[in-house]
């Protein structure tokens, strides 16, 4: 069982930054992949960046490259996400979430192990 705990959500204005932080249960922190998705109101949950087990490989959606950066910190059990420049499409529920690293697909929710309780981001314009 994994345990993934978000934090660092809020209101910031748009062109502000935040960083999202998702802790995690710790002996099984290198057996997974790890990505975060985002869902706004009355929208489906989408993809927005995933990093390997290693921290070597990371991916992002289209719509934040060049604006979120993802990264883990193994000393902390723990991943990030940075967000700069917000817009107000930003806005959503963020969540971390944890995939086997035998597993390939990271931009489908569905084939994620764990899931955060999410936290709340909202960008005001």
């Known amino acids: 069982q994994v345990q993934l705990v978000e934090s660092g959500g809020g209101l910031v204005q748009a062109g502000g930054s935040l960083r999202l932080s998702c802790a995690t249960s710790?002996?099984?922190?290198?057996?997974?992949?790890m990505g975060w998705f985002r869902q706004a109101p009355e929208k489906e949950r989408e993809f927005v960046a995933a990093i390997s087990w290693s921290g070597g490989t990371t991916t992002v959606a289209a719509s934040v490259k060049g604006r979120f950066t993802i990264s883990r910190l193994y000393a902390k059990n723990t991943i990030y996400l940075q967000m700069n420049s917000l817009k107000p499409e930003d806005t959503a529920v963020y969540y971390c979430?944890?995939?086997?690293?035998?597993?390939?697909?990271?931009?489908?929710?569905?084939?994620?192990?764990?899931w955060g309780q999410g936290t709340q981001v909202t960008v005001s314009s």
């Open positions: 979430a944890a995939i086997q690293r035998s597993k390939t697909d990271w931009n489908s929710p569905g084939g994620y192990d764990y």
């Open positions: 710790g002996r099984t922190f290198s057996s997974y992949n």
